[in-house]
């Protein structure tokens, strides 16, 4: 009766039983895996020299009878299919379902050859456990000066005997297994080695993606300090044009009381053009407003379609990144018992550790903006961009030194970026709305920003309502 191998591939028959199969139906294996899955045989003289053992006998002789040169030209062949969509996870996952079978197979046996050295131990501990007992027995006879001491170290004889057999049998279950286990580790690292090459692959084919959906990332970033730099500046207009509607209501008062009509104050020129200067005023930052929704919703709509792009990669990495998880059983087996004049040296392994979680990066809270009915404080003097700038810088050096390094601010940049003059004034929650899209844009660490934060802003109030 057959077992199945992976993926639904017949595997040859097996008797339980034989624990030793012979090594040609691993090697005849490959093949008759590859027709009976409905490919075509790759066991023709094209396959590179790599996997020359996975070869029957008669095309093993044609393989070997070609030149090097020969051998090098279908080498390169079959690593070029590495490179063509579609073929070459088909092949990668004949050799993966190959090499997955052989490794499951071995490591079935070396399981059960584990489990019978475990029964000897269990025996030869037995058998220790006795000797050392009889041993015991035969102290106490001889310092009484009672018989029956040298009968009692005849069966020890005995036992010693039995001992030595079982360690014999036990050394060549640990030979088996030690075989089956090293033949499991080859098969999993030629496993992980297919499952590579095809990560790679998917890697190289990510990788514009992966740069397009960065740089669309930063565009984004950068059109949302736009944002934030613009409605600090509506603000300012906002509270410009509140002045103008006021004289404009001053001025149609004055008309009212002097008897004009309401026709007559309309056509009035002074009122007009502070009519106009309203209207142009709030219709440009309206303007301004839709502009930069637009650019970032045109920006995430980018982002949607080269995501969507990169995801069928995305699943196919992942499935081998999958493949290579699936571990061999850790089988300790104890260490053989070797006689005194013997030296046996064993070898160290090295163990692999899971990569750790990489902390969740410092992400800056923005300063949320006042209710609509709230009033601000007019009469509070706002500091300059400059000011800004400097005190912040100052606050990080006082009380982080050369920690604070990395999340200094150059007022240059920051000027150049912002496209905010020196001199332009500023509210600090809107300072620090600004600052965070900056430290965002330039990829900088914000944990520092995080937590102090409010205190400037708190401190800043405290010197402007001083002022």
Not at 302 to 322: G, M
Not at 418 to 443: N, Q, V
Request: glycine residues 6%.
């Amino acid at each position: 009766m057959s077992q199945e191998g992976p993926r639904g591939i017949p595997t040859p028959g097996s008797n339980a039983e034989n624990l030793n199969t012979d090594n040609a139906a691993e090697t005849n294996a490959g093949p008759r895996i590859a027709v009976e899955a409905g490919v075509e045989d790759i066991g023709g003289p094209e396959i590179p020299f790599v996997v020359a053992e996975q070869l029957n006998d008669s095309n093993r002789n044609i393989f070997e009878k070609m030149s090097h040169k020969g051998r090098d030209i279908a080498s390169r062949a079959y690593e070029g299919l590495y490179k063509v969509p579609v073929v070459n996870r088909l092949v990668g996952k004949m050799e993966i379902a190959y090499n997955q079978f052989w490794a499951d197979r071995h490591e079935d046996k070396a399981i059960k050859f584990k489990e019978k050295a475990d029964g000897v131990d269990i025996q030869l501990g037995t058998f220790d456990q006795a000797t050392k007992q009889i041993g015991l027995t035969i102290e106490g006879l001889k310092q009484q000066k009672m018989p029956g001491a040298e009968s009692l170290q005849v069966q020890l004889r005995d036992i010693e005997n039995q001992r030595r057999g079982l360690l014999d049998k036990r050394d060549k279950y640990q030979s088996k297994f030690e075989k089956r286990d090293n033949k499991l580790k080859l098969y999993t690292n030629e496993r992980d080695r297919v499952a590579d090459k095809l990560i790679d692959y998917y890697n190289e084919r990510m990788a514009p993606m992966e740069k397009e959906l960065g740089n669309l990332e930063t565009c984004r970033d950068r059109v949302g300090l736009v944002v934030a730099v613009t409605e600090a500046k509506h603000k300012e207009e906002k509270a410009r044009l509140s002045g103008v509607e006021k004289r404009k209501v001053q001025i149609e008062e004055a008309l009212r009381s002097i008897g004009r009509s309401e026709k007559e104050i309309k056509k009035f020129e002074a009122v007009k053009a502070l009519d106009k200067i309203i209207v142009d005023g709030r219709e440009k930052m309206k303007k301004e407003m839709a502009n930069l929704a637009r650019r970032k919703a045109e920006i995430n709509k980018t982002v949607a379609k080269v995501d969507k792009k990169a995801n069928p990669y995305r699943d196919k990495r992942e499935k081998f990144v999958r493949i290579k998880q699936g571990r061999p059983v850790e089988m300790n087996m104890s260490a053989r018992q070797r006689g005194v004049d013997n030296k046996f040296e064993e070898q160290t392994r090295g163990h692999t550790r899971a990569e750790g979680e990489e902390p969740p990066s410092g992400k800056f809270e923005e300063v949320p903006e006042p209710a609509e009915g709230e009033e601000s404080n007019e009469t509070a003097e706002n500091f300059e961009v400059s000011r800004y700038v400097f005190d912040w810088n100052a606050v990080l050096k006082d009380k982080y030194k050369n920690d604070a390094s990395k999340e200094m601010v150059d007022v240059q940049d920051f000027i150049k970026t912002t496209g905010l003059a020196g001199s332009y004034k500023l509210e600090p929650s809107d300072f620090m709305k600004i600052l965070g899209r900056y430290y965002k844009l330039k990829k900088m660490p914000t944990g520092k920003l995080n937590a102090e934060a409010n205190g400037f802003i708190e401190m800043l109030e405290i010197v402007r309502n001083k002022i």
